[in-house]
């Protein structure tokens, strides 16, 4: 049974920073891509960043380049969260994709075949 596991969410004042941590087990064969998500209440699910799993090439959202990094170790994908700002307060997510995904879908949720139960990031001003 495939499983992602999120951890390292909490609160922080603007500026601060935070560092994610997702947990894969079961997935059949090796996933092309990891990414991080978020989401507010009312709103889509948004890519935050990607990496993919065999080289480790990433892609970011506009929103967050220069603040935030993703890497990976083994099972583990990481997201170093910097000068967080208040918009950055949604909850967070970890999906892995079986596919390879270009650069115009891997912020697409519904490309995704696995998902984490999620982290909640709150920044206050």
């Known amino acids: 049974l495939a499983q992602l596991v999120e951890s390292g969410g909490g609160s922080v004042q603007a500026g601060g920073s935070l560092k994610l941590s997702c947990t894969a087990s079961g997935i059949p064969g090796s996933p092309n891509l990891m990414t991080w998500f978020r989401q507010v209440p009312g709103k889509e699910r948004e890519g935050v960043a990607t990496?993919?799993?065999?080289?480790?090439n990433s892609l970011y959202a506009d929103s967050v380049k220069g603040r935030f990094a993703i890497s990976q170790d083994n099972t583990k994908t990481y997201l170093q969260m910097n000068a967080l700002k208040p918009d950055d307060t949604a909850m967070y997510y970890c999906a892995a994709s079986e596919k390879w995904l270009d650069w115009r879908r891997w912020a697409r949720p519904y490309e995704y075949d696995h998902w984490g139960q999620g982290t909640q990031v709150t920044v206050s001003s």
């Open positions: 990496i993919y799993t065999l080289g480790g």
